[in-house]
Nanobody
């Protein structure tokens, strides 16, 4: 199983970006999918996550600015980020709880850098 994330880049404060992350491989189902981020010198933190049924939760600082969504048919999770702030600068990682025929495991994407700067 592989998770391929893309969509990061350089954006000015107040701007928007959309991250996407597609899972591929021997996947029977995917339970929770999420986005985490890690700023320089900081621990990795949860940004947002979404269940198969669409229930979501967000880290407090991104509520009202970020929206997580998923396409279950494509095994893909998205993170729409708006009104970006310099403190959102970090490497963003996608995460998925993948279920196989007789196993379950957590997988991480390779990370995509988001830089918010003028």
């Amino acid at each position: 199983v592989q998770l391929q994330a893309c969509g990061g880049g350089l954006v000015q404060p107040g701007g928007s970006l959309r991250l996407s992350c597609a899972a591929s491989g021997s996947i029977f189902a995917i339970n929770i999918m999420g986005w985490y981020r890690q700023a320089p010198g900081q621990q990795r933190e949860l940004v947002a996550r979404i269940t198969t049924g669409g229930s979501t939760n967000y880290e407090d600082s991104v509520k009202g600015r970020f929206t997580i969504s998923r396409d279950n048919a494509k095994n893909t999770v998205y993170l729409q980020m708006a009104n970006l702030k310099p403190e959102d600068t970090a490497v963003y990682y996608c995460n998925a709880n993948v279920i196989g025929r007789n196993w379950a495991n957590v997988y991480w994407g390779q990370g995509t850098l988001v830089t918010v700067s003028s």
